[in-house]
């Protein structure tokens, strides 16, 4: 009779248990959010911007057999440019080699010796204020494709995501000052270009990541869906059977948050499109544009941070308006996106809040 009493009590506790412990995982995500956000404002103070949301070339002579980062070129995001400002000064300067120019990082800003000189698990080393404690996968190692057990590709993962706007398609590194988001392909935006208000405008996302070390499978999936992806963003909501479904299709690979480093917008960017834990969707295999989804393991929604470094939970019910719009291309062009695509945009004359 004990016993049973005792087992009734636990039934009843468990989920009360389990529920203050979320609670305080979510808690220690925000204020790592909040600690990116922070370095990010950091940063703006030394270099009047913050940093681009990729940027970097890669050193031709270094070879991918013996660092997966070698080959990639202008493919550093602002986790990389941080790392002065969360107090990760060291790691930086083995990165970086203590650049003359690092807003903008010149060629010499990578050098053969710095790949050459590195351990092969360097890539795997986390940052622990990178990591959202409520995703169970944030603390296995990542794999680029076909390298599964290679200790020279390992890579630590990252929960932090920055913001691309409503219009994520394949820039060309070259193509210069027309992103609508805070955060573009070699280009650097700071407070002077935020146009509708830094509390109008998110720079900062959370997202999940895939619950194997190289894997299709995601929270909201992951799907090819072809170019008409990006003149009617329904064709994406329609493949959502619900808010926490992990699913894929048999030919993207989903690589959002993998590459600790890596500034591309399939990697660490978020566009505002479909509201969060809805579908990713890419044009194509090679990723050449699309719209990628934030997501996390919080019960109806994502933490997400905004230009002047509030933190705020969007819900996933959040307005977005007409879905079956073309995604917007200019940037004085108000979002069709509702709410949520307001938000993303630095300078379409919407202002917004949820």
């Keep these: 009779m004990v016993v049973a009493i005792i087992g009734v009590l636990i039934a009843i506790l468990l989920p009360a248990v389990q529920a203050a412990r979320e609670a305080a995982r979510r808690m220690q995500c925000t204020n790592n959010l909040k600690q990116f956000a922070l370095a990010l404002h950091l940063y703006h103070d030394v270099h009047q911007s913050f940093p681009a949301g990729r940027a970097g070339p890669a050193c031709a002579t270094a070879s991918p057999s013996t660092n997966p980062e070698a080959s990639r070129n202008n493919t550093w995001g602002p986790a990389l440019s941080i790392l002065p400002f969360n107090e ?48 169970p996968e944030i603390r296995k190692p990542a794999y680029p494709s076909g390298q599964e057990g290679n200790d020279a590709y390992r890579n630590a993962r990252i929960s932090y995501t920055t913001c691309r706007a409503d219009n994520y398609r394949n820039y060309p590194v070259s193509v210069g000052k027309n992103h609508r988001g805070m955060f573009g392909s070699v280009v650097w935006y ?46 994406c909501a329609a493949k959502r059977i619900d808010h926490t479904t992990i699913q894929q299709d048999a030919t993207t690979l989903r690589q959002q948050g993998i590459f600790i480093f890596d500034g591309r917008p399939e990697v660490s960017g978020f566009s505002t499109v479909l509201p969060p834990n809805s579908p990713t969707c890419f044009v194509s295999e090679s990723y050449t544009g699309g719209i990628v989804t934030p997501n996390s393991y919080h019960s109806g929604g994502v933490n997400a941070g905004y230009c002047d470094g509030a933190i705020q939970f969007i819900s996933d019910t959040i307005d977005c308006d007409n879905i079956s719009s073309a995604m917007p291309l200019t940037l004085e062009e108000k979002t069709p996106f509702g709410v949520w695509g307001a938000l993303g945009t630095r300078q379409g004359g919407e202002t917004s809040k949820p």
Aim: aromatic share 10%; glycine share 8%; with cysteine.
């Design 88 to 135: 990760n000064v060291p790691r930086y300067a083995v990165y970086t080699q203590i650049a003359s120019d690092p807003i903008h990082m010149p060629p010499a800003f990578f050098t053969s010796g710095l790949y050459a000189s590195l351990p092969s698990g360097f890539w795997a080393e986390r940052i622990s204020s990178y990591e959202c404690p409520s995703d």
């Design 190 to 235: 700071g407070f002077s270009d935020c146009l509708d208000g830094t509390s109008n405008t998110l720079i900062l996302s959370e997202h999940a990541t895939s619950p194997e070390p190289k894997s299709n499978l995601i929270r909201g999936g992951s799907f090819t869906i072809g170019s008409s992806i990006q003149s009617n963003a329904e064709l």
